[in-house]
């Protein structure tokens, strides 16, 4: 996938305005006992139309043994002049934060605070050394509808294919490619089209899944068909994101 071409790559955020924005990042090997401990060397964040806001390379904190070259197009020399990872962090949640305190976002109100899209965002956040309240993060590799019936995570590579129609990660892997792939996910999964529910939050008190105990004979006596039309989900729906 080619990025666009009027959009800057150097870190320069340009005025775009957007409430969502995706991030990826590309690892290098920094070490460990068993050569697992990922370092990031790469950061993108794109908008809602692919813009990119935010694309840089990363200096390494500690030295790098392995660049993983084959797979992360990286060397030596693309981070020996990398944004270190401290200012990295910053800008970061500047965007994210978009004038906000953190405080105020670790409130369900946010405000203006945006949107953080991802997949595995989980160890993405912690190579970044950075905290984002868990409400304000959708991540492809942990919402319930893109993932296996066995509660297991997809690939980003797999559900690209499947939802999207078309292949990446062949070959160097692009942060540009994955925000993007990442990004169209969440749009699909938060433009369905289905019958709104009066209380949607599965944390409410009123969600008609919270059954008293007293009704347990009479739900056992029910079949499948019943039992789905007086269900509902038990995650937050993406849909509501656009309400």
């Known amino acids: 996938m080619s990025r666009p071409a009027n959009k800057s790559t150097t870190g320069v955020d340009n005025g775009f305005s957007y409430h ?33 806001i935010f694309h ?13 070259y084959e797979n992360s197009g990286i060397g030596g020399e693309h981070l020996r002049d990398g944004m270190p990872l401290k200012q990295v ?12 305190a953190m405080w105020k976002i670790r409130s369900p ?14 160890p993405l956040l912690q190579s970044l050394h950075l905290e984002y309240p868990s409400f304000m993060i959708r991540d492809t590799a942990a919402y319930p509808p ?38 169209r996910l969440y749009l699909r999964m938060r433009n369905q089209v289905h019958q709104r529910e009066d209380y949607p939050q599965a944390s409410d008190p009123r969600n008609r899944n ?13 079949s499948p068909e ?13 849909c509501l994101d656009s309400m």
């Open 20 to 52: 969502v924005v995706a991030l990826a990042c590309q690892m290098v090997d920094g070490g460990g006992n068993n050569g697992s401990m990922d370092v990031c060397a790469r950061v993108c964040m794109v908008d809602e139309y692919e813009n990119i």
């Open 56 to 68: 840089v390379y990363v200096k390494p904190p500690i030295p790098v043994p392995n660049y993983r």
């Open 89 to 100: 962090q910053r800008r970061i949640e500047e965007f994210l934060c978009n004038g906000e």
């Open 109 to 122: 109100k946010a405000g203006k605070a945006r949107i953080l899209v991802g997949h595995h965002l989980h």
């Open 146 to 183: 893109l993932m296996k019936t066995n509660k297991l995570s997809n690939s980003l590579k797999y559900l690209t294919q499947t939802y999207l129609g078309y292949d990446i990660q062949a070959g160097v892997q692009d942060p540009y490619e994955d925000c993007v792939a990442t990004m």
């Open 210 to 222: 919270n059954f008293a105990p007293s009704r347990q004979s009479e739900l056992e006596r029910m």
């Open 226 to 238: 019943a039992m789905l039309t007086i269900s509902r989900s038990d995650y937050y729906c993406w």
